[in-house]
């Protein structure tokens, strides 16, 4: 499968509508700002959910001209003022001459992150009978719970994680991008008790799989494949044209996706500044 940039700028603009989504649903659920804040720049966003939110991140520029120095400038400062660094999310696919601006302002590279696809039209997938897949949209909290569970337990194959975050700050983190429009949850059941969850958020045709999660005692029994080919199937059943999921590298999450079919697509480079 082939990807140009104008698939990458596509799947990019779905990511920001994501993330600044989550910043801005948080700030819908609570009755104090806590400093949250979403900014455009070039075609992207930078956000802000909280201290050491995972939702703290620069995404999507790169596809709609490049950032000015001033533009860069307010970014900072606008983190600045929060006491956070400045992460930027920057796919390969986009203007090189950010990676160039960004290397001379003082960023530094950090770790990687791939970004899968997969033709969903004319397809079907076959979900493992061992494992029952319910869509959930009710019961967010136990939704939540099996999902940052898994999360807590990060699994030893591939790179490991570069990021840790507090219980608290994760679950508030993914119970904010849940609640963004035509985003659908799911609970996967084994021996009819649950063992892992995942999300499906259905925009202009593009299925963005995220997360997907299972509990340390459920894994290497077909959790993850069935949370995946049910979503798909759902995906095409929408009539969307394309899937897409992020991973870490030569992670577990990888293998599986490219199991099923999804091939590599770009990588996004994370650069961090830190506060002056």
Same mark, same amino acid.
């Given at each position: &499968?082939?990807?140009?940039?104008? &698939?990458? +700028?596509?799947?990019?603009?779905?990511?920001?509508?994501?993330?600044?989504?989550?910043?801005?649903? +948080?700030?819908?659920?609570?009755?104090?700002?806590? +400093?949250?804040?979403?900014?455009?720049?070039?075609?992207?966003?930078?956000?802000?959910?909280?201290?050491?939110?995972?939702?703290?991140?620069?995404?999507?520029?790169?596809?709609?001209?490049?950032?000015?120095?001033?533009?860069?400038?307010?970014?900072?400062?606008?983190?600045?003022?929060?006491?956070?660094?400045?992460?930027?999310?920057?796919?390969?696919?986009?203007?090189?001459?950010?990676?160039?601006?960004?290397?001379?302002?003082?960023?530094?590279?950090?770790?990687?992150?791939?970004?899968?696809?997969?033709?969903?039209?004319?397809?079907?997938?076959?979900?493992?009978?061992?494992?029952?897949?319910?869509?959930?949209?009710?019961? &967010?909290?136990?939704?939540?719970?099996?999902?940052?569970?898994?999360?807590?337990?990060?699994?030893?194959?591939?790179?490991?994680?570069?990021?840790?975050?507090?219980?608290?700050?994760?679950?508030?983190?993914?119970?904010?991008?849940?609640?963004?429009?035509?985003?659908?949850?799911?609970?996967?059941?084994?021996?009819?008790?649950?063992? +892992?969850?995942?999300?499906?958020?259905?925009?202009?045709?593009?299925?963005?799989?995220?997360?997907?999660?299972?509990?340390?005692?459920?894994?290497?029994?077909?959790?993850?494949?069935?949370?995946?080919?049910?979503?798909?199937?759902?995906?095409?059943?929408?009539?969307?044209?394309?899937?897409?999921?992020?991973?870490?590298?030569?992670?577990?999450?990888?293998?599986?996706?490219?199991?099923?079919?999804?091939?590599?697509?770009?990588?996004?480079?994370?650069?961090?500044?830190?506060?002056?």
């Amino acid at each position: &499968m082939f990807c140009d940039t104008g &698939m990458a +700028g596509r799947i990019e603009r779905m990511e920001t509508e994501a993330i600044a989504g989550g910043v801005n649903a +948080g700030l819908r659920g609570t009755t104090t700002t806590t +400093g949250r804040f979403t900014q455009e720049i070039a075609g992207g966003a930078a956000c802000f959910a909280g201290p050491n939110s995972p939702l703290n991140k620069v995404v999507g520029v790169g596809f709609a001209g490049v950032p000015s120095t001033a533009q860069w400038e307010a970014v900072e400062q606008a983190y600045a003022e929060v006491g956070a660094p400045v992460q930027v999310e920057l796919a390969h696919l986009a203007d090189p001459r950010i990676g160039a601006e960004l290397t001379a302002r003082g960023y530094r590279l950090t770790s990687f992150e791939n970004v899968l696809g997969l033709r969903l039209r004319g397809r079907a997938w076959l979900v493992p009978q061992s494992v029952e897949v319910r869509r959930d949209d009710d019961d &967010m909290d136990s939704w939540l719970d099996i999902v940052v569970d898994g999360f807590a337990h990060p699994d030893d194959d591939g790179l490991p994680a570069t990021e840790d975050f507090p219980r608290d700050i994760l679950a508030s983190a993914v119970r904010d991008l849940a609640a963004t429009n035509n985003t659908h949850r799911y609970l996967a059941y084994r021996a009819g008790e649950p063992a +892992g969850g995942a999300s499906l958020r259905l925009t202009g045709g593009i299925a963005a799989l995220a997360g997907a999660a299972t509990l340390p005692e459920h894994r290497r029994q077909g959790v993850q494949t069935a949370l995946l080919s049910t979503r798909l199937n759902a995906a095409a059943a929408a009539d969307c044209d394309l899937a897409v999921v992020t991973t870490q590298p030569g992670s577990k999450s990888q293998q599986n996706s490219q199991a099923q079919g999804f091939a590599l697509l770009y990588t996004r480079a994370v650069l961090v500044k830190d506060p002056a």
